[in-house]
């Protein structure tokens, strides 16, 4: 490809809404154009690099044994109707009517059209196991789009789907798809990830998301440095402190904090640890009649360490809470505590309610609450000698650095990553909700067992960015790059020398396979340089008058500070080699 037929539209500031770096490079190397909120089209630049992760996405694909198909972006409600997902799925789901007042939706994933295809054309276990894939536009109504294709409304994903006749099988569809990723990250050349991650309420262990780790990551994602053990923050287990608890040495008694609402400032006033005191998280949960009114509602005390956050996915998975839970009214705090929130606690409640202790705060003694009334806290409490026992202890919290990681091999870190991709073991949630069966061997029928399979395709350039970038702008791995070597001639409109050895190289790198621009637009050295910096081609080769007068041209990789001089006939084997062609 040579400049002056492509299409290079580079800017020297970045858009006033662009928040991020990958947002902001984007816009400024021509890749992307904001059309509406979360919405962009692809310019021929960022195109180029869309297809290469598209091409590496399709050949590991296929390499695992998925077959490619398409599905419509605009599909029939009814569908969705069947699981249930047309109403629960929210806002977020875009629902259309067509002139006909028929429903549709514009797809966000497509679970749904792949279940009913499968029980349309697989009948028999014979036809067992089966695993399709396609690479299409989806759109999912983000309320607050951000962050230019990190966040965006219309996107384009890889999406997969496999098919068994059973669990067994269908857990080694998952490591098949779950390996075929590990290629495809490994192809990408980027620091990432694999980390467990939580499978909601489907339940199981079978979900792992893949991360691209950089600093502007919106999740956390836990490891270890002495293991393999990585989760996200979600999943990673805080695991019980080792030994007995202390006994008690303080007698419990009532301080007076005045102002002091929270539990660093109560540490502050009383000069202790932040992690002696105790904070009380109060929820409730409701019943419903088939009318859909509550019937009965309960109020359900959390009781954590002051210096930890609850894991809402974690208590999530506590009994009598695992049916959904919100946070308790002002009227339901104060019927059970006689008290406003910030000076609330365990002991002297007015009403009996539902107590759940975090692990920490099971073995803890001397510690400190509030004392159910304003500018109070108790000092001094121990279980056993001042309340009972507890009965429910659960982890309900996020792990912090340093931390015991869960499989006994050392102390958790925490780093911050960008999720493209997720691999998820899904059972029969889908092939049950719309009666999808085949024939199994005893001639019965049975539903299939699914997993289902993303990587956000344009989310995944943006995170490279996120990771690959400097103050002169993106620096792509030689596997994303738009195009992996540019020729930069120095006056080529003025040298006949100079344009004839830059159309030699162009010509002779073409031959040789390389991704190869030929700056041919006459432009100054220094912007020409600025642009390709901008854009990120990690490979640059210069062609000037007096280098070739002594047989030379410069070599240098976006990443180095300076070029090397290379002999005019050795450079498509210098290339050759970084590239590995």
């Given at each position: 490809m040579k400049a002056s037929q492509f299409l290079i539209s580079t800017l020297k500031e970045a858009p006033a809404d662009a928040e991020v770096v990958s947002h902001q490079l984007m816009t400024r190397a021509g890749m992307v154009k904001k059309l509406g909120a979360g919405i962009y089209s692809y310019m021929p630049m960022g195109l180029r690099v869309i297809h290469k992760v598209e091409a590496i996405v399709r050949e590991e694909m296929n390499r695992a044994g998925s077959v490619e198909l398409t599905m419509p972006v605009i599909q029939p409600a009814e569908f969705w109707q069947e699981t249930g997902r047309f109403e629960k799925m929210g806002a977020e789901l875009l629902r259309i009517k067509d002139r006909h007042d028929r429903d549709f939706v514009v797809q966000p994933t497509s679970e749904e059209v792949v279940t009913d295809i499968a029980r349309q054309d697989f009948r028999s276990y014979k036809q067992l196991p089966k695993n399709l894939y396609q690479i299409q536009t989806k759109f999912r109504d983000e309320r607050r789009p951000r962050f230019g294709l990190m966040r965006g409304r219309e996107f384009i994903m890889k999406d997969a789907y496999s098919f068994d006749r059973d669990e067994a099988a269908a857990?080694?569809?998952?490591?098949?798809?779950?390996?075929?990723?590990?290629?495809?990250?490994?192809?990408?050349?980027?620091?990432?990830?694999?980390?467990?991650?939580?499978?909601g309420a489907i339940g199981g262990d079978l979900s792992e998301e893949f991360q691209v780790i950089a600093a502007t990551g919106e999740d956390a994602i836990v490891y270890c440095p002495e293991s393999d053990y990585a989760a996200?923050?979600?999943k990673a287990e805080a695991l019980a402190p080792a030994g007995p608890r202390p006994?008690?040495?303080?007698?419990?008694?009532?301080?007076?904090?005045?102002?002091?609402?929270?539990?660093?400032?109560?540490?502050?006033?009383?000069?202790v640890p932040l992690a002696t005191t105790v904070k009380s998280l109060v929820l409730a949960t409701d019943e419903f009649n088939e009318a859909g009114e509550?019937?009965?509602?309960?109020?359900?005390?959390?009781l954590l360490r002051g210096d930890h956050d609850m894991n809402e996915v974690k208590v999530a998975k506590v009994p009598g809470l695992n049916a959904g839970f919100r946070f308790?009214?002002?009227a339901e705090i104060d019927a059970h505590f006689g008290c406003k929130p910030g000076y609330l606690g365990p002991i002297g409640l007015k009403k009996p309610l539902n107590l759940v202790v975090d692990r920490d705060v099971a073995v803890m003694a001397d510690w400190i609450c509030g004392a159910n009334e304003a500018d109070f806290h108790m000092t001094g409490v121990n279980w056993g000698r001042d309340l009972p026992e507890p009965a429910l202890v659960a982890d309900l919290r996020n792990v912090v650095e340093g931390d015991a990681s869960p499989d006994g091999k050392g102390r958790l870190a925490i780093e911050r990553g960008i999720e493209v991709g997720h691999?998820?073991?899904?059972?029969?949630?889908?092939?049950?909700?719309?009666?999808?069966t085949f024939l199994g061997e005893d001639g019965k029928p049975a539903h299939f067992e699914m997993g289902c399979y993303g990587i956000g395709i344009t989310r995944l350039p943006a995170a490279a960015i996120e990771q690959n970038h400097d103050e002169r702008g993106i620096i792509w791995p030689d596997a994303l790059a738009p195009f992996t070597v540019v020729v930069c001639p120095i006056g080529m409109d003025r040298s006949p020398e100079v344009k004839a050895a830059a159309e030699r190289l162009y010509s002779e790198l073409l031959a040789a396979?390389?991704?190869?621009?030929?700056?041919?637009?006459?432009?100054?050295?220094?912007?020409?340089?600025?642009?390709?910096?901008?854009?990120?081609?990690?490979?640059?080769?210069?062609?000037?008058?007096?280098?070739?007068?002594?047989?030379?041209v410069e070599y240098q990789h976006r990443r180095h500070t300076a070029a090397t001089q290379v002999a005019v006939g050795e450079v498509v084997a210098l290339l050759k080699g970084k590239l590995k062609t």
């Open positions: 857990k080694t569809s998952y490591q098949v798809m779950a390996e075929a990723y590990r290629r495809i990250f490994d192809r990408f050349g980027l620091r990432y990830r694999a980390v467990a991650a939580d499978s996200n923050m979600e006994g008690a040495t303080n007698p419990m008694v009532k301080t007076p904090t005045p102002g002091k609402s929270t539990c660093a400032d109560v540490a502050a006033l009383l000069g509550i019937v009965k509602s309960q109020v359900w005390l959390l308790a009214t002002g691999v998820f073991y899904l059972g029969t949630k889908y092939s049950k909700a719309m009666n999808a396979g390389l991704d190869v621009i030929l700056d041919d637009r006459g432009e100054r050295p220094g912007a020409m340089f600025a642009d390709w910096e901008l854009i990120g081609v990690p490979h640059r080769v210069t062609i000037g008058d007096r280098g070739l007068a002594a047989g030379q």
